[in-house]
T-cell receptor, first 117, second 113 residues
């Protein structure tokens, strides 16, 4: 049981390049999230997916797109990277009320450290 | 805009002392409250959570809620150097999107040996 996994762990991009951050969970959770964390800014929600087939914008969605590929996988894409997107990106997942014993806590992946030069 | 406020710290306590971490929240309808610990360079991990109907104790950790004043606290008894980390408070939203958590920016705790 790996929990939430993310790839890659580290990435350096040049301005204008694109990339996709991958996230997968094996806890049968319905909901998945993408956050970015910057010094002094805390965790900010980029996009979330309440359940398979749905995605919604969070607090800071500009410059990003997401795909909920299936129940397990939720990817984050940067189409044209900018230095302002230098950050640590965390994927998280949680159960929904309909799932037995759900208490809504989010489980986090190890993070991707992205630098855009 | 739902807001969660935490003193950024650092909060320094001597080993063996009680560390008290506080968090205020704006969403009066929040149903449950989560505390996460984040070591430097690592991802957040859940320590404990409480529902809006009561406090909770788990080992050295106690979470307390003051609904009238809209703040939640985390007490760490017999603080250890290994408790040195940033602690994130996260109320669960009420209403639409009620499965979401809103995270505070965290309080950095330093336990001095």
């Amino acid at each position: 049981n790996a929990g939430v996994t993310q790839t890659p762990k580290f990435q350096v991009l040049k301005t204008g390049q694109s990339m996709t951050l991958q996230c997968a969970q094996d806890m049968n959770h319905n909901s998945m999230y993408w956050y970015r964390q910057d010094p002094g800014m805390g965790l900010r929600l980029i996009y979330y997916s309440a359940s398979e087939g749905t995605t919604d914008k969070g607090e800071v969605p500009n410059g990003y797109n997401v795909s909920r590929l299936n129940k397990r996988e939720f990817s984050l894409r940067l189409e044209s990277a900018a230095p302002s997107q230098t950050s640590v990106y965390f994927c998280a997942s949680s159960a929904l009320e309909a799932q037995r014993g759900a208490t809504y806590e989010q489980y986090f992946g190890p993070g991707t450290r992205l630098t855009v030069t | 805009q739902k807001e969660v406020e935490q003193n950024s710290g650092p909060l320094s306590v001597p080993e063996g002392a009680i560390a008290s971490l506080n968090c205020t929240y704006s969403d009066r309808g929040s149903q449950s409250f989560f505390w996460y610990r984040q070591y430097s360079g690592k991802s957040p991990e859940l320590i404990m959570f409480i529902y809006s109907n009561g406090d909770k104790e788990d080992g050295r950790f106690t979470a307390q809620l003051n609904k009238a004043s809209q703040y939640v606290s985390l007490l760490i008894r017999d603080s250890q150097p290994s408790d040195s980390a940033t602690y994130l408070c996260a109320p669960r939203s009420s209403g639409a999107g009620s499965y979401q958590l809103t995270f505070g920016k965290g309080t950095k705790l330093s336990v001095i040996p």
